[in-house]
């Protein structure tokens, strides 16, 4: 009985080794992965601009959340000076700089489109029209700060003037330095180190450009347009 058993074993033994022979080896070996698996730096992010600019940005945008929290907490305090400052400001200016900034945007993002496309030259002449907007709002603030003083209307006149040229001067001199950093991506464009493949740079500087963009389209109302 055990001896049968034993030869029926290994009868069974052999078929199935005899089976697992004739199973092609394609089917046993498992599929390598492809290199685009492998590669895990390969897939690029979505997110524009470098981790260090986003840094920056948040860093800039902190020192601006604070500004809006001190207005705020100061118009609480103050309803009747934040309810009467607005009304002695130069609106027109606070008005044309405001298009001038949404126009340097625009200028910003066809220059970015410029080079993606290989037009290197035209890119640096859409920066140069962003760098223009730039200097213009400088003078149309320059301008407004004088017809201020004319005015009679100073960080010494209540707190809503102070609050006004402290918010206002700071983001008077992101606009001046954003503009330095455009003229410098305009050369690096002119001097083909930046390429239709390679131009983080642009990128950054277009992503900062934009965050001083949005903080003076907050700035604006509140300062020039909420009572």
Not at 11 to 26: C, G
Not at 54 to 67: D, G, K, T
């Amino acid at each position: 009985m055990k001896k049968t058993l034993d030869f029926q074993l290994l009868v069974i033994y052999w078929e199935l080794r005899n089976k697992m022979n004739s199973i092609p080896i394609s089917y046993m070996t498992p599929p390598e992965p492809s290199p685009e698996k492998l590669n895990f730096t390969q897939k690029k992010s979505n997110i524009p601009g470098s981790m260090a600019i986003w840094f920056a940005i948040l860093a800039e945008m902190s020192e601006f959340a604070i500004m809006f929290i001190v207005y705020f907490l100061a118009k609480v305090h103050n309803p009747e000076l934040f309810y009467e400052g607005p009304t002695k400001l130069n609106t027109l200016a606070g008005t044309t700089n405001t298009l001038i900034m949404l126009t340097s945007s625009f200028f910003v993002v066809r220059a970015v489109m410029a080079i993606r496309e290989n037009k290197r030259k035209q890119s640096a002449n859409w920066l140069w029209g962003a760098v223009a907007c730039g200097i213009i709002y400088l003078i149309i603030k320059v301008f407004e700060y004088q017809w201020n003083a004319s005015q009679g209307l100073d960080t010494e006149t209540n707190i809503f003037y102070g609050v006004y040229y402290y918010v206002t001067f700071n983001h008077f001199l992101h606009v001046g330095w954003g503009s330095a950093g455009l003229i410098w991506v305009i050369y690096r464009i002119n001097t083909d180190i930046y390429t239709a493949t390679e131009h983080e740079g642009l990128i950054n500087m277009a992503v900062y450009w934009h965050m001083i963009d949005l903080a003076w389209i907050t700035i604006f109302p509140l300062l020039y347009v909420i009572r």
